[in-house]
T-cell receptor, first 113, second 112 residues
Framework: GENVEQHPSTLSVQEGDSAVIKCTYSDSASNYFPWYKQELGKGPQLIIDIRSNVGEKKDQRIAVTLNKTAKHFSLHITETQPEDSAVYFC????????????FGTGTRLLVSP | NAGVMQNPRHLVRRRGQEARLRCSPMKGHSHVYWYRQLPEEGLKFMVYLQKENIIDESGMPKERFSAEFPKEGPSILRIQQVVRGDSAAYFCASPQGAGELFFGEGSRLTVL
């Protein structure tokens, strides 16, 4: 089955800096890679996703890149703000017809003012 | 949370009691996923249900856990004879047309 590894487990940056979170996946059949933001006491919120036919996708300060050959994908947050502080999860999904996601272990991002 | 409703938000049970967690997907949607998040860990798939049908239960523990999604009413995740290791946040998710999964705010179970 699919296995997703995520690094780093914690990341501290100053406001205005960039933050990068990296994930690797094991199953080359995976074709959908979402990123979720989870604030304390809340459910995961989908913030951006990328499919295997695309190498990069941007949405304002957030971007995701995918390298299918190396089987890794990354989340990039530019101009970080204190409200970006949260736990971020990457996930991968195989093309099974079901939307079953396999999640990474999460990255706790702290943005200091 | 895209209209995915879960209740209760918090539930406290003593060892040996039963826990019932409820989830209503977005209006008009008939599929739900249940995930479990242990403290300081990622989300683990438990079960995928369609109304009146279990599609994939490969992530469900073999004993004490069951799930259903009746024709009428919410999906229910039932944990019998709870143990301390069942303490976790349980999330329900509703799939959307393009394949995205949208999660509810979760039910946090504490077993004393």
């Amino acid at each position: 089955g699919e296995n997703v590894e995520q690094h780093p487990s914690t990341l501290s940056v100053q406001e205005g800096d960039s933050a990068v979170i990296k994930c690797t996946y094991s199953d080359s059949a995976s074709n959908y890679f979402p990123w979720y933001k989870q604030e304390l006491g809340k459910g995961p919120q989908l913030i951006i996703d990328i499919r295997s036919n695309v190498g990069e996708k941007k949405d304002q300060r957030i971007a995701v890149t995918l390298n299918k050959t190396a089987k890794h994908f990354s989340l990039h947050i530019t101009e970080t703000q204190p409200e970006d502080s949260a736990v971020y999860f990457c996930a991968a999904r195989m093309n099974t017809g079901f939307q079953k996601l396999v999640f990474g272990t999460g990255t706790r991002l702290l943005v200091s003012p | 949370n895209a209209g995915v409703m879960q209740n209760p938000r918090h539930l406290v049970r003593r060892r040996g009691q039963e826990a019932r967690l409820r989830c209503s997907p977005m209006k008009g949607h008939s599929h739900v996923y249940w995930y479990r998040q242990l403290p300081e860990e990622g989300l683990k798939f438990m079960v995928y249900l369609q109304k009146e049908n279990i599609i994939d239960e490969s992530g469900m523990p073999k004993e004490r856990f069951s799930a259903e999604f009746p024709k009428e009413g919410p999906s229910i995740l039932r944990i019998q004879q709870v143990v301390r290791g069942d303490s976790a946040a349980y999330f329900c998710a509703s799939p959307q047309g393009a394949g995205e999964l949208f999660f509810g705010e979760g039910s946090r179970l504490t077993v004393l």
